[in-house]
């Protein structure tokens, strides 16, 4: 099940897909020498889709991606200017179509995921240090805090409202079957810790507790958004 935020993309995608078959229909045979384009009359309409169709592919999976380098190299020197032929338009439809499968069947999900591990990694490599070097209270924050993201990303790829407290989200996604219940228990008490240090209840838990809870996290994200 997609999420609000991945539906209300499909549903764009799709809207996009139906208007560009409208658009193609657009092209008209003009001249004695039977040349056929999309005429000036229509140019609006052609350009005021090119846009939108732009728009929601980089804002959806980025400007580096490979569906925004397909639809650039789809266009007529690089240009949306130069696009004025309906096989120039289905081309472009093509692309949408591509894009939609791709959200609809996770791919979109899983870049993110990729994204996301990157920065986890990075911040989790913080809180070993820390722990590392005496500082168990301010690494175990920095722990929860990527646990905290994980779930909320986790829940988002599973149709869960994410703005619901972490340990509410582990619950949420055990019901969900995302994981047993013996990784709800680990995750519950890495949040246990993580809580602890967050409220300054230091005595609570133990330089070991933190190692174990950090350890036992970056395993988590290895299985979990690393697909």
Same mark, same amino acid.
């Given at each position: 099940?997609?999420?609000? &935020? ?17 658009? +193609?229909? *657009? ?13 000036? %009359?229509?140019?609006? !309409? ?31 020197? =690089? ?11 289905? *081309? ?23 994204? +996301? ?8 490599? %913080? ?24 779930? &909320?990303?986790?829940?988002? +790829? !599973? ?15 055990? &019901? ?18 993580? =809580? ?7 005595? !609570? ?5 933190? &190692?174990? +809870? ?14």
């Amino acid at each position: 099940m997609l999420s609000p &935020k991945y539906q209300r993309y499909t549903e764009r995608l799709r809207s996009l897909i139906h208007k560009g078959k409208s658009v +193609a229909g *657009l092209e008209r045979v003009y001249g004695p020498d039977d040349f056929s384009y999309i005429g000036k %009359q229509d140019l609006i !309409e052609l350009h005021a889709w090119l846009g939108k169709v732009n728009n929601i592919l980089n804002a959806v999976f980025g400007p580096k991606s490979t569906q925004v380098k397909h639809f650039l190299e789809i266009l007529p020197s =690089n240009s949306l200017s130069y696009v004025e032929h309906a096989l120039d338009v289905l *081309l472009i439809v093509g692309v949408l179509q591509g894009a939609l499968d791709d959200l609809e069947h996770g791919f979109l999900t899983g870049q993110e995921f990729l994204v +996301a591990s990157d920065v986890f990694d990075s911040v989790l490599e %913080q809180a070993k240090h820390l722990a590392d070097t005496g500082y168990k209270d301010p690494a175990a924050v920095l722990a929860r805090v990527v646990l905290e993201d994980a779930l &909320k990303r986790i829940a988002r +790829a !599973e149709g869960i409202d994410d703005t619901q407290k972490a340990s509410q989200l582990n619950d949420e996604l055990k &019901k969900a079957s995302r994981y047993p219940q013996p990784q709800w228990r680990l995750i519950q008490a890495w949040l246990d810790v993580g =809580n602890a240090a967050a409220h300054g209840k230091f005595d !609570e838990y133990t330089a070991d507790d933190v &190692k174990n +809870a950090i350890n036992g996290i970056e395993q988590f994200l290895a299985t979990e958004l690393r697909i």
